[in-house]
């Protein structure tokens, strides 16, 4: 087996992965699983950005965006997404125009709303226009985060439906 430094966003950190050494031409990506549990998270709050990318990093490859547009951009760059994860309240677009545009772009990522605006037309309008899975508030328990993501995975994959073949990222 050959050991592989995998890059972080900080200098000198980074994550030991392990690579068969008959299989050179995996080195230049992640294994079909990891890929498929890729997460988007768009907010606004760097801070929050910051917490969650950290607490959730483990379990799942996270990518973030400081906006929806920033978000598009990143789908474009790095996409697809299994899951995408938006704020509601963002400067420019807010989190149901983006991920309608996520809806229209890559239907088949699973789409979440993560947001501090409780009111009924936000949750109709984040399910009817983009097609959210899931609706969380804020502040959302770690747990109940990870578990709606690890929902969203199964759906992404089509885990929650008898008979159906998974999905797979392009």
């Given amino acids: 087996m050959l050991y592989r430094r995998r890059q972080s966003a900080l200098p000198g950190c980074g994550r030991l992965e392990l690579q068969p050494k008959f299989a050179p031409f995996r080195m230049q990506s992640f294994s079909e699983d990891a890929m498929n549990r890729r ?4 907010d606004d709050d760097a ?4 917490s969650l990318k950290r607490r959730l990093g483990r379990r799942f490859e996270v990518s973030t965006a400081l906006s929806g547009e920033a978000g598009l951009e990143v ?3 790095e ?3 299994a899951v995408v994860i938006s704020d509601q309240r963002m400067t420019h677009m807010d989190g149901i ?12 990522s699973v789409r979440m709303m993560l947001t501090g605006n409780i009111d009924l037309k936000t949750a109709v309008d984040a399910i009817n226009e ?3 899975f899931r609706f969380l508030t804020k502040p959302c328990a770690i747990e109940d985060l990870v578990q709606a993501i690890e929902d969203g995975l199964k759906t992404f994959h089509g ?3 008898p008979g159906l073949a998974p999905r797979r990222a392009a």
Avoid: C, H, S, W
């Avoid at 997460?39 to 768009?42: A, E, Q, R, S, Y």
């Avoid at 801070?47 to 910051?50: G, P």
């Avoid at 125009?97 to 088949?108: C, G, I, N």
């Fill in 97 to 108: 125009r983006f991920l309608a545009e996520v809806k229209r772009l890559y239907p088949d």
């Fill in 79 to 81: 996409g697809p997404f």
């Fill in 47 to 50: 801070n929050l950005i910051a």
């Fill in 75 to 77: 789908l474009q760059t």
């Fill in 159 to 161: 885990e929650d439906k």
């Fill in 39 to 42: 997460v988007l998270i768009v």
């Fill in 130 to 132: 983009a097609g959210a």
